[in-house]
């Protein structure tokens, strides 16, 4: 009886995660760049001091979903989207290199080139930091070039090129504060094939009917989860009656 109580308890707990993982993707469905995460379930032996007669429900997040998102023009010169695979270099609040899809830049009072969550952006030498200036263009290699502040519209003057990779995305972990890096922790090799698309955003690659799908689908889990835990605790209430009677 112990098994099945323990079985539906530790099922039900993990639906809960289930559901914080599903809820998760949702509120991200419009965040800029962002990647759904997996879930998947399955069952653990209880490892002890006898035999692992006992098992329990584990969620997992095995992966990323790194499929691309839609690109949606938006006219801002300092939005950029990444064509195919790749991904922008930033500076982690750790100041370790990490990597994301979010193109959607901005440049603060010291000139220093961020992405909307706040992270500085990574060129050749470091964080980017652009001078005064009365145009910014992007071009499809990540190259940044302004047009200084009184000069004609035809001059232009190369600052630095935002550094682009294209890592092997089995390598890349998720951290929690939803940025990749590599498994190793090592910083990954410039790649000059990356190419962008200046103007543009990438769009969020959840599908926001499929996580509901998800979200009901757990509810309901969880909900058979609590019956079996009720069940059992019938089931031991009526061999405990009929120990009593036969006594």
Avoid: C, W
Avoid at 121 to 130: F, K, S
């Amino acid at each position: 009886m112990d098994r099945m109580i323990y079985l539906a308890m530790t099922a039900a707990q993990q639906m809960m995660h289930g559901q914080a993982l599903a809820s998760h993707n949702l509120a991200n469905a419009s965040t800029v760049g962002f990647k759904a995460d997996f879930e998947a379930a399955r069952a653990m032996p209880v490892y002890g001091n006898g035999h692992p007669s006992r098992a329990y429900a584990m969620l997992e997040r095995p992966g990323t979903d790194f499929a691309p998102g839609t690109i949606e023009t938006t006219g801002n010169e300092l939005d950029i989207a990444v064509n195919g695979q790749g991904f922008i270099a930033v500076q982690a609040p750790d100041g370790t290199e990490a990597y994301t899809r979010a193109g959607d830049l901005q440049m603060n009072v010291n000139g220093q080139l961020l992405t909307g969550a706040g992270h500085p952006v990574l060129g050749n030498g470091g964080p980017i930091a652009l001078p005064q200036s009365e145009k910014i263009t992007i071009g499809v290699d990540g190259t940044i070039s302004i047009r200084p502040v009184g000069q004609e519209a035809a001059t232009l003057a190369q600052v630095d090129r935002i550094r682009l990779v294209n890592p092997d995305v089995k390598n890349l972990r998720k951290g929690p504060d939803g940025l990749f890096r590599l498994a190793d922790k090592s910083p990954a090799p410039p790649d000059a094939a990356v190419r962008l698309t200046s103007g543009a955003l990438e769009r969020s690659n959840v599908n926001t009917v499929a996580e509901m799908g998800q979200l009901i689908d757990n509810s309901r889990q969880y909900d058979m989860a609590v019956k079996a835990m009720s069940t059992a605790q019938q089931i031991d209430a009526a061999g405990a009656k009929l120990l009593d009677i036969r006594g």
